[in-house]
Nanobody, 125 residues
Framework: VQLQASGGGLVQAGGSLRLSCAAS????????MGWFRQAPGREREFVAA????????YYADSVKGRFTISRDNAKNTVYLQMNSLKPEDTAVYYC???????????????????WGQGTLVTVSS
């Protein structure tokens, strides 16, 4: 699986962005998918994850109620809708996939085999 993240940019606090992660590879529809982020000087942290069917999702407490992860297997794409953005959401956002965890939620970065290149989200106050 190869991943290409896009949709980052500069937005004011309270605004919204939608990130996309386009995947190639025949096993995408069976892969568990996740979003992580890394702010300057900080470790990469879990944001959200979704199982292969899109039925089960899970969020970090810091984004719960503001972010929504979804996927369209027909388009080989996973999305992260980010609303009510805060300056502390500023980070490089990465999508990740793992072909062996399609039925479970994985929150650890080590649980993902494939990673996108990252897209920068900057939230101004």
């Amino acid at each position: 699986v190869q991943l290409q993240a896009s949709g980052g940019g500069l937005v004011q606090a309270g605004g919204s962005l939608r990130l996309s992660c386009a995947a190639s590879g025949r096993t995408f529809s069976r892969a568990g998918m996740g979003w992580f982020r890394q702010a300057p000087g900080r470790e990469r942290e879990f944001v959200a994850a979704v199982t292969w069917s899109g039925t089960n999702t899970y969020y970090a407490d810091s984004v719960k109620g503001r972010f929504t992860i979804s996927r369209d297997n027909a388009k080989n794409t996973v999305y992260l809708q980010m609303n009510s953005l805060k300056p502390e959401d500023t980070a490089v956002y990465y999508c990740a996939a793992d072909e062996n965890s399609g039925f479970i939620i994985v929150t650890a970065a080590t649980g993902y085999e494939y990673w996108g290149q990252g897209t920068l989200v900057t939230v101004s106050s």
